[in-house]
């Protein structure tokens, strides 16, 4: 499969697609709230944290790729091969956070895309325009034209993430020199440290998702392991980066100022953006509301588009759906879009908790997945797997299951 296919410059940027979907997916919640809300309420302090979570869960986020490259095969045939049981527990995990997931993320690009109307427009509303237009965009094109969409969009993303960020450190820090804030590292932060960490780079879910956008990007141009790998460090590192500018963004602009940070996550974003600009000067108002905007629009766009593909598969190798059927990519997104609307509709108030929820589940079910995709690795390409990758494997596990262990007692002993 790998053969006959030399790696070179213009085979990388051929390459280019599932990894830059696994950042935009990456870059949303965790980036906009998680990392902002991290850097408004203890500065500089969790930094540390934010670059050793995506370092240890690195491997495992991987070990996806490798293992689609290396064999042909997704996650999700390589969870099936490794027992039912495994691939059924995915599978309603995955539910579980496809819907839970959806709303939240409708919700939060929602509340930023009121910064451009020019008429005062309710928050169901402009979900359901942001859903039309995703689901256009999905439905007409599918793969390709998500792969043009998502480039796009990083791009963007980038030049006016970093642009924000050289205008705070030119401005200066808001916090007096002489400020101290409080320590990260008290038992009554844990849950935000979980919080924080479920959904940094992204849900461990996202792994699976990543080799079915692979897969997708093979039926139309052959990747060899080289690029694809180029491919996935490209995305997975350009994620840790710009959740440390987002960090940056927070203990510039928020930290040290006598303003409560709101940690609902709609309405974080908008005194996020009112906060910076009444720091730097109401023009940037819309250059920051503008950042944030493109992070959740990506988001939405792939999560929307990578849950209904992993649902798809699995209920078809569960033998629960007719693999002939047509379209059922297409009726599982419309099921995921709807679902997610019915969740605005009818729980709007109880979102903030949900996501917090949907964050700290992602977390603690990290270990488990970590491991399942670190045994498939093990089982089918250990012979290829080096030393560096497997140390820093089990460095991963144990930090991964010891801070859920901490965290399920403290949430049992709170």
Request: proline share 3%.
């Amino acid at each position: 499969m790998q053969q006959g296919y030399s790696s070179n410059w213009q085979s990388k940027l051929k390459a280019l697609g599932p990894g830059i979907l696994l950042a935009t997916a990456a870059i949303g919640g965790s980036h906009i709230v998680a990392s902002t809300q991290a850097g408004a309420l203890f500065g500089w302090q969790l930094a540390v944290l934010i670059l050793l979570v995506n370092v240890l869960k690195y491997p495992f986020f991987r070990f996806g790729v490798e293992n689609s490259l290396q064999s042909g095969e997704t996650l999700l045939e390589g969870y099936q091969k490794q027992g039912r049981g495994y691939l059924l527990s995915f599978v309603w995990l995955n539910l579980i956070a496809a819907v839970v997931n959806t709303a939240g993320v409708l919700l939060l690009t929602a509340s930023l895309l009121q910064f451009f109307m020019p008429v005062q427009l309710s928050l169901t509303l402009l979900c359901l325009l942001l859903l039309a237009v995703c689901l256009l965009i999905l439905l007409a094109g599918q793969y390709k034209l998500l792969d043009k969409v998502s480039k796009w969009v990083m791009v963007l993303l980038t030049i006016t993430t970093v642009a924000a960020a050289i205008i705070a450190f030119n401005k200066g820090p808001t916090a007096a020199p002489d400020f101290v804030g409080p320590s990260p590292w008290q038992l009554m932060y844990l849950g935000f440290l979980v919080a924080l960490m479920g959904w940094m780079p992204a849900p461990i879910e996202i792994s699976a998702i990543n080799s079915l956008w692979l897969k997708a990007k093979q039926q139309h141009t052959p990747v060899n392991k080289q690029d694809g790998l180029f491919d996935f460090n490209l995305g997975y590192w350009s994620t840790t980066a710009l959740a440390l500018v987002f960090l940056a963004l927070g203990a510039l602009v928020q930290y040290g100022s006598d303003q409560k940070v709101e940690l609902a996550g709609a309405a974080y974003t908008n005194q996020f953006v009112a906060m910076y600009a009444s720091t730097i000067g109401d023009w940037s108002k819309l250059l920051v509301a503008l950042v944030a905007f493109l992070c959740m629009f990506g988001t939405t766009l792939t999560v929307l588009d990578g849950y209904a593909r992993t649902i798809n598969e699995s209920f078809q190798l569960l033998g629960w759906q007719n693999t002939e059927r047509k379209h059922s990519y297409n009726l599982w997104l419309l099921a995921q879009a709807a679902s997610g609307m019915a969740v605005i509709l009818f729980f709007k108030s109880a979102l903030g908790p949900m996501l917090t929820f949907a964050m700290s589940l992602a977390f603690v079910t990290t270990p488990v997945f970590a491991w399942l995709n670190y045994r498939l690795m093990r089982g089918q390409q250990k012979h290829l797997m080096q030393p560096w990758i497997r140390l820093l494997s089990w460095l991963g596990l144990i930090y991964l299951f010891g801070f859920a262990l901490l965290f399920i007692w403290w949430y049992l002993t709170k």
